[in-house]
């Protein structure tokens, strides 16, 4: 019987992570592409535009309702105003890592699935330069599971 020839990528829920001989790189194709080995961090500037899109339109629309006296609309509009400003600011400064050098990887264990409550998991364990350790989680769905972890198998990072 042939031997199947694995993948060097997995699908999880929101992309796929490539194992590469001296890296992980997470991606939203299952292409990887050269520009994303260069890639440290980004930041998604797509979704911190809507962000401060919506938190503009609800201050506009708060003080809109405050000038025509309707106090509790208004106070509706500045909490929707107020956790879209936070939401764009955290974005910011959270940055996704798509790139972890194999070097730092701390540990990788796999999470079991429990049903109903939670989806199986990776969970990626690693240390940055000047930073503390940190943890990534990769969601995997049912028919994922078993092929991420043939693949984590086969490049000896889970045992």
């Not at 992570?17 to 980004?42: A, G, P, W, Y």
């Not at 879209?84 to 798509?98: C, H, R, W």
Request: proline fraction near 3%; glycine fraction near 2%.
């Amino acid at each position: 019987m042939a031997k199947k020839k694995l993948k060097n990528f997995f699908r999880f829920k929101d992309g796929y992570c490539h194992i590469l001989s001296d890296r992980m790189v997470l991606t939203h194709t299952e292409v990887l592409d050269e520009n994303q080995l260069l890639e440290k961090k980004t930041v998604p500037y797509t979704q911190v535009a809507t962000y401060a899109f919506f938190s503009i339109i609800f201050s506009l629309y708060f003080f809109d309702q405050y000038q025509f006296g309707i106090r509790w609309l208004a106070f509706i509009f500045l909490i929707f105003a107020s956790i879209f400003s936070i939401g764009a600011v955290n974005l910011l400064t959270m940055k996704l890592i798509p790139v972890i050098e194999r070097s730092k990887i701390k540990k990788i264990r796999h999470v079991k699935k429990i049903p109903i409550i939670a989806l199986a998991s990776i969970q990626i364990d690693y240390k940055e330069p000047g930073k503390r350790k940190q943890n990534i989680w990769l969601y995997l769905e049912d028919e994922q599971e078993k092929e991420a972890l043939e693949v984590l198998r086969y490049h000896k990072l889970l045992s």
